[in-house]
């Protein structure tokens, strides 16, 4: 587990228009999508890789939970993002719209505002960037989708690829994704370790 997927989760801005047809297919999916499970593996730039699993609630709510032995925490409470690190007793704050995982947070946001349709090999394949040209220092995030007639929206959600201002590659890959399953609030509270709370 690095820093290179917080570091990745900054502000979007304005990026130039991307083709409409990709990113109405993605806009859908996201608005059909009310909550999500999933298992995750997280690979980073020195090709370690972690695994755990996530847990989406619209709007606001995310956690990426380690596996045993990993003493981090990714998680959105509805108003922040926060990356916990109990081995440091530290935490790291992100208002959630300043991160393009808002993107999966919240189901009203235009994506065709900030985002753009990159080309694939295969037409299955939609691969949607966020990045702010203008303060390159918050890094990039491509989410990967697969076209699947039983999920919503006709569109599968398989990771995504986060690059940092230094170019350090963060990869997730999702597996056993369930959508619109109920989720309770409480599976996004979280003990934080400056009071003495552990994972």
Same mark, same amino acid.
Do not use: C
């Given at each position: 587990?690095?820093?290179?997927?917080?570091?990745? !989760?900054?502000?979007?801005?304005?990026? &130039?228009?991307?083709?409409?047809?990709?990113?109405?297919?993605?806009?859908?999916?996201?608005?059909?999508?009310?909550?999500?499970?999933?298992?995750?593996?997280?690979?980073? @730039? !020195?090709?370690?890789? =972690?695994?755990?699993?996530?847990?989406?609630? @619209?709007? $606001?709510?995310?956690?990426?939970?380690?596996?045993?032995?990993?003493?981090?925490?990714?998680?959105?409470?509805? &108003?922040?993002? #926060?990356?916990?690190? #109990?081995?440091?007793?530290?935490?790291?704050?992100?208002?959630?719209?300043?991160?393009?995982?808002?993107?999966?947070?919240?189901?009203?946001?235009?994506?065709?505002?900030?985002?753009?349709? !990159?080309?694939? +090999?295969?037409? *299955?394949?939609?691969?949607?960037?966020?990045?702010?040209?203008?303060?390159?220092? #918050?890094? +990039?995030?491509?989410?990967?989708?697969? *076209?699947? /007639?039983?999920?919503?929206?006709?569109?599968?959600?398989?990771?995504? =690829?986060? !690059?940092?201002?230094?170019?350090?590659?963060?990869?997730?890959?999702? &597996?056993?994704?369930?959508?619109?399953? /109920?989720?309770?609030?409480?599976?996004? +509270?979280?003990?934080?370790? +400056? @009071?003495? $709370? *552990?994972?």
């Amino acid at each position: 587990m690095t820093a290179a997927l917080p570091l990745a !989760l900054a502000a979007p801005a304005l990026v &130039s228009a991307a083709p409409a047809g990709e990113l109405a297919l993605v806009q859908t999916h996201l608005q059909s999508v009310s909550s999500m499970t999933a298992s995750f593996s997280q690979t980073d @730039r !020195l090709d370690r890789t =972690v695994t755990g699993t996530m847990t989406l609630k @619209r709007p $606001g709510k995310i956690r990426f939970q380690y596996q045993k032995g990993v003493p981090q925490l990714i998680v959105a409470d509805g &108003s922040s993002l #926060y990356f916990v690190d #109990y081995q440091v007793k530290q935490v790291q704050r992100w208002p959630i719209g300043n991160s393009p995982l808002a993107v999966l947070l919240n189901p009203k946001r235009d994506i065709t505002k900030f985002a753009k349709s !990159l080309p694939t +090999r295969d037409p *299955r394949v939609l691969s949607i960037e966020v990045h702010d040209p203008a303060h390159p220092e #918050y890094g +990039r995030i491509t989410m990967i989708f697969h *076209r699947n /007639a039983a999920a919503p929206g006709g569109l599968m959600l398989q990771g995504w =690829v986060a !690059l940092d201002s230094q170019n350090n590659r963060t990869q997730i890959r999702l &597996s056993n994704q369930k959508f619109n399953v /109920a989720v309770a609030d409480g599976a996004f +509270r979280w003990a934080d370790p +400056r @009071r003495g $709370g *552990r994972p």
